[in-house]
């Protein structure tokens, strides 16, 4: 197996079923660009809890941390993003389907038009004509 290129760090509090199809999705996208998925939860009920170690253990997640009580998004994607090392870290909400089985590969072709430390995120209409800094392309 390569190293990950990518760490796609997963907070989770609850929502068991979104939760499970949020990792289901990300397990069946293209390793085109190598990933690495360490999910860090955030106290959730113990139902969860046991089927985030299931998952685990059948290699749908590849690293685990289980905290006791919810420490908040923020420090809990800071969390998965020491767990894998990686050039490229993303962090990504457990109630997100990903329907193309491309999308990280997409994502990257987009980031290539950026700066190499940069940030990207979706927006529409005047909201990205206002951002001197956005990068208008065709993907």
Not at 9 to 23: A, D, I, K
Not at 25 to 53: H, W
Not at 69 to 88: R, S
Not at 112 to 131: C, F, P, R, V, Y
Request: one cysteine or more; glycine letters at 6%.
């Amino acid at each position: 197996m390569q190293a990950p290129v990518l760490n796609i760090t997963m907070p989770v509090f609850n929502r068991f079923e979104l939760t499970q199809r949020s990792l289901l999705s990300l397990r069946k996208c293209s390793q085109t660009v190598p990933f690495s998925i360490p999910v860090v939860d955030n106290g959730s009920d113990r139902e969860l809890a046991e089927r985030l170690l299931e998952f685990k253990q059948s290699g749908i997640i590849d690293k685990l941390f289980l905290l006791e009580k919810n420490v908040g998004i923020a420090a809990a994607a800071n969390i998965g993003w020491e767990m894998t090392d990686a050039p490229f870290y993303l962090k990504i909400d457990n109630d997100v389907i990903v329907t193309d089985k491309d999308f990280f590969t997409k994502i990257f072709k987009l980031w290539a038009h950026g700066e190499a430390m940069s940030t990207l995120g979706g927006t529409t209409g005047k909201i990205l004509e206002q951002n001197p800094g956005a990068v208008h392309t065709k993907d």
